[in-house]
């Protein structure tokens, strides 16, 4: 994959009044890659998917999307689409209204396909959305986010809101019309599971900072959990970053991110999966690999 | 973007122009009817020659249709409050600034032609409402020679008063970023600052005139001016105090005392007793109407330039 990174971010700082959104947060999306950003109510995916959008001004630090700092331009503002979690549109507007609105407001503007696109979803067009169900909505705000062919996609919890078969419809959707195109998604949520299926890459947040960033497949081989009947980590903390222990009666569980070849033969080696990957970091937040740490994953692609 | 303005606002349009068009009917048939009926008095006083008085009472049947006109002086703040505040406050609250702002559009340029149209909207409404106004008025002000009166109604005044509404309205809603307190700061501050402007400055735009006439004629100056305050002055030009007039009644006539009010004044204007009058002349209407539109559309510039700040903050 080339080498273009669609987000980077540089010690991005978000201060509300006493609280930090975001702490420090230095992050790196390659372009081409469906992102999935993830991470606890309040850990700053919010306030950083509206600083790269360029709706909120970090308090410090850079945002680049595509090399260019989010700012008021048309040429920026083309490039980026943006979905709020709240799937704003014009209530008493159908989506035709809202295609139209669309097209009178970009220059680049896909009118026909968008249309298509929710026809075949069996949404008319003609219907105000402020009557449609939450799913619909959903879907007709993601075919004007697309219609405006940004280079990037910012979702903010877009399946939040819908069942099951609602979001799966949605992140098929997505899917399809990134296989369809040049286009970097990057996609918040807490719902792992539904990531997994179409996302390549992912951006970890806990507490405003980066736990994890990069492509899911070197996120994974670089952990490992380790289970044994021994108590006595010290040896495995000195050679590797422990994210999470459990401990039962009969046995220890160790969630850890190696930075080395694991050869203590006191322990299984399992691979781990994305969710247990994720919830073991959202569990001990403490666990905090150091931000060049977190490069390293990246630029290892 | 015009075509969005249109299909967001179509609606208010629509009832802004049937609400238009009704009260221009009715200011059409009653005026005509009005000035018929003035000239027809005006006719038959001049034979009996008490045209001075022709205008007393000649409308009091016509209290409904004064009061609907006098009425109008509440568009300009209706404009600010329902078209105003909601350009901008309604958008956040309902989320879509951040489905608009996030269009190829820049917000400086979206606010420009939200600006745009509903200063246009506000002008062209209180514009034809104006004309209107101040074409059914004219009877009323040759009749009862007060123009100053229904200042606020008439000329360009309500134009410059809706400007300012909206403007109001438009800022608020974005500083305050949520229709209805943003709706209720604009009603407090249109009404507050008009009163404040209307009887504090107002009388001062220019140094007002004064005259003095013999205490024995009832009024002294004709023609619509604007009475600021009178008062009663001896020979050598000192003021009378009212509440003590009758202990400062020269010797002269302090015989007339008991008798008849027409008696005293005229021993008082033999005396030298003048009453004093402050006013600002008819003429210069117009002149007042140019300062008092200024003084609004400057405070609505600056309001718009203000909320051109306030939008680049975070959304």
Known sequence: ?301 | MIWLMWRQHRSQAALATIALGALAIILAITGVHMATTYHSALRSCAATGTCDSVGDGLFNGDGAIIDLVNFTVVVPVLIGLFWGAPVVAREIEEGTHRLIWTQSITRRRWLTIETITLIAAATIVTGMLAVAVTWWSRTLDLSQQNRFNKFDIQGFVPIAYAVFAAALGLTAGIVIRRTLPALATTLATVVGLRMVIANYLRPHYLAPMTKAVPISSSSGLTGSIWTLSTRIVDATGATVPTDGIVSALPAACRQYIGTTRAQVLGCLANQGWQNKIVYQPANRFWTFQAIESAIFVVLAAALVATSFIVIRRDA
């Open chain 1, 1 to 301: 994959m080339s080498d273009v990174l669609a987000v980077e971010t540089h010690g991005l700082t978000k201060q509300y009044r006493s609280k930090a959104a975001l702490d420090d947060c230095t992050i790196s999306v390659p372009a081409g890659r469906i992102s999935a950003l993830v991470g606890p109510n309040g850990a700053g995916k919010t306030t950083l998917l509206q600083i790269l959008t360029g709706l909120r001004a970090p308090t410090r630090g850079d945002a680049l999307i595509f090399g260019r700092a989010p700012q008021q331009d048309p040429k920026f503002l083309a490039d980026v689409g943006f979905l709020a979690q709240d799937i704003p549109l014009y209530k008493r507007f159908s989506a035709d209204d809202h295609i139209g609105i669309g097209a009178h407001l970009n220059g680049r503007w896909d009118s026909e396909s968008t249309r298509a696109r929710i026809a075949a979803l069996d949404i008319p067009l003609d219907q105000s959305v402020g009557t449609m169900s939450g799913g619909q909505r959903a879907q007709v705000a993601l075919a004007l986010a697309l219609a405006k062919r940004p280079r990037l996609l910012l979702l903010d919890e877009p399946v939040a809101a819908l069942d099951p078969l609602a979001r799966r419809r949605f992140l098929s959707s997505l899917a399809e019309a990134v296989a369809d195109g040049d286009l970097t998604v990057l996609l918040s949520s807490h719902l792992v599971t539904d990531l997994e299926r179409i996302c390549d890459h992912v951006v970890l947040l806990t507490a405003a900072q980066p736990q994890l960033c990069g492509d899911i497949d070197d996120v994974l081989a670089e952990h490992a959990i380790l289970t044994g009947i021994s108590r006595d980590t010290t040896a495995i903390e000195r050679d590797h970053d422990v994210v999470e222990t459990t401990t039962t009666a009969r046995q220890t569980t160790l969630v850890v991110r190696r930075r080395g070849p694991l050869l203590d033969p006191h322990w299984d080696i399992h691979p781990i999966g994305l969710e247990e990957l994720i919830l073991a970091y959202m569990a001990n937040t403490t666990a905090r690999p150091s931000v060049a740490g977190l490069h390293t994953i990246g630029a290892s692609s």
